[in-house]
């Protein structure tokens, strides 16, 4: 077992590790919230607008943003809408991403809208763009909005409130 | 702007700092691959065994694994049934993940195969598990199969050969 | 306006109209359930069987069974499954399906079974094979129960119940 | 075996006979055609609207339309806008479907748009009303067009320029 002096200095041979700092340097309560470093807008008609800078660390080894970490960031402004229009949390049933363009540039931009309220389930979806305004994937989802205090055993492990 | 010893000194008041330093530790080429240090077993008949340990990085503000994750752990899981059923790298065309659980416990395991391979369009599915063997997402993708030297654009940011 | 012995004598230029006769005649209560005319089987472990013959009337104009009648057979068997798991009628919240191959042959066969149940929220999965036992479409869906006497207003039009 | 004047008197037993008379007495070249008797229109930037009254045929037996006529109706639907965008015939791939109200009233309405078209794979979206401009389904689809005689083997059996 490395002591963490060991650790760091085997983490600075890492060409990634002073953006890692930088990232582990905020102040956000999760470790996912302070790599997306999201910044969040909301406009009318339960819709948010998610703008995160691309960094290094979210590069599959092609150099462009890996796929899962864009569908995170959906399934995050869906799951942030969802929360907008219904006042609870709540937690994702499904979720399909259509890929269109690799992540590339300096951010994305998600757009995230409600589609549909019916009684617990609300229904999404959401539009991530590049830099440039092209859009790069598609994607729709379904919530399910928890009672207070619910258990979240047997539903999806994101929370709208709070998914990074 | 802080210097480094400044970002060091931050840093280190997060509670999953020490993981973080462990995780960039690693010999990984990439900062995700670092990060879910993906156990890879392939079988026959194209399928792909993945376990991944669970880690507080890994956590929604719930304390549960965060429900992108687990998706970007079956996308990767697939990408490599894809890829070792196609022999060329893949781009994800398209996504769908239902939840059922949460993601709780000591690890994942992903078991993912090729349901069809018609020319250049593979199709695959994945289902991830809890370390106590329970279902707790089940997903499907189809991937594109790239030509030698082809260029990703037009297509997803996922690389089956190596999406971490 | 036609009266109907005219109506009938236009309809019976159309070569399908002998087999759209049989179907007619049939004593199932709607019309859908006599065209599809299922044979439906309840196997354990919440997992249903249908089989459906390939007529000329499922076909688009490719001579190949229509991709959304193979989605609705797979919507109807997964609701089948759905509806034999809680015991209530369910609608569909949602339904992916990927094509693999065209639907061709003597028959489909539909095989249908519950990945998961959590609360009112159903997980559904279903494959759909030609005569020849090969997969021509993977599909999975969610379904919501109903309680009983529930009015469907804000979800699907499809019943676990009674699809057909 | 039972003649066709037998045939014919156990079909007009039932109530939807009439109706189905109707429908055969289209001048369709398929079946499912004369059915849903498409009223189609296209508009700029490779958008289509389909209009499709609604008849009792289309119900299942909660007298409502079957979910599966509803994605139908979109497969359709972004098939012919992916055909307008491509001018060649494609097969679905993949397709998703978000039930949100079950399907009443007159008529309902589709309206599809290609979101991208990268190589042959065409990403588009549908989302589908009733005939008081409420949602009631919204789908997404991706579509590989075919080369000049390709044949479908290994891929959907719905054609983008005849889907119905």
Known sequence: MLDEEQLLKEARNNPWFPELLKIAARRRPTFLGSLFDPQVEYLANDSVVIRMKITELLYNNLQIVHGGITA?????????????????????????????????????????????????????????????????????????????????????????????
């Open 72 to 164: 995170t960031l959906a399934d995050t402004a869906m799951g942030l809408a969802a929360y907008h229009a219904s006042g609870r949390p709540s937690v994702t049933l499904s979720l399909t991403v259509n890929y269109l363009q690799p992540g590339l540039g300096k951010e994305l931009v998600a757009k995230a809208s409600v589609v549909h309220r019916g009684g617990r389930v609300i229904t999404t979806r959401c539009d991530v763009f590049n830099d440039e305004g092209e859009i790069i994937i598609q994607a729709t989802g379904t919530f399910y909005a928890l009672k207070e205090g619910q258990i979240t055993d047997g539903l999806s492990s994101t929370s709208g409130d709070a998914t990074l």
